[in-house]
Nanobody, 114 residues
């Protein structure tokens, strides 16, 4: 059983930056593919990025070139560095761990507004 806790969300102005963190429990964190998804009110949950056990990364088209996903296996933590933020980035951001099963965090709110 994996437990995930997101942090780092908040209010930021357009063009600003935030770094989200997701801390995971468990002794086999390094084997999981870790991902970030987001969901705005009234919209479907959207894929943002993921990173596998080897460090290979993928990004959704809407964030490519602006966001960077990384992981620190020694800390059981995955990060999402978000730069050049836009109002459309406003959403609840969720951390995901997957291997055989999927696990989700509770989410952290990111609001991009002037």
């Amino acid at each position: 059983q994996v437990q995930l806790v997101e942090s780092g969300g908040g209010l930021v102005q357009p063009g600003g930056s935030l770094r989200l963190s997701c801390a995971a429990s468990g002794s086999i964190f390094s084997f999981y593919t870790m991902g970030w998804y987001r969901q705005a009110p009234g919209l479907a949950r959207e894929y943002v990025a993921d990173i596998n056990r080897f460090g290979a990364t993928n990004y959704g088209d809407s964030v490519k070139g602006r966001f960077t996903i990384s992981r620190d296996n020694a800390k059981n933590t995955v990060y999402l560095q978000m730069n050049s933020l836009k109002p459309d980035d406003t959403a609840v951001y969720y951390c995901q761990a997957r291997m055989r099963d999927e696990y989700w965090g509770q989410g952290t709110q990111v609001t991009v507004s002037s």
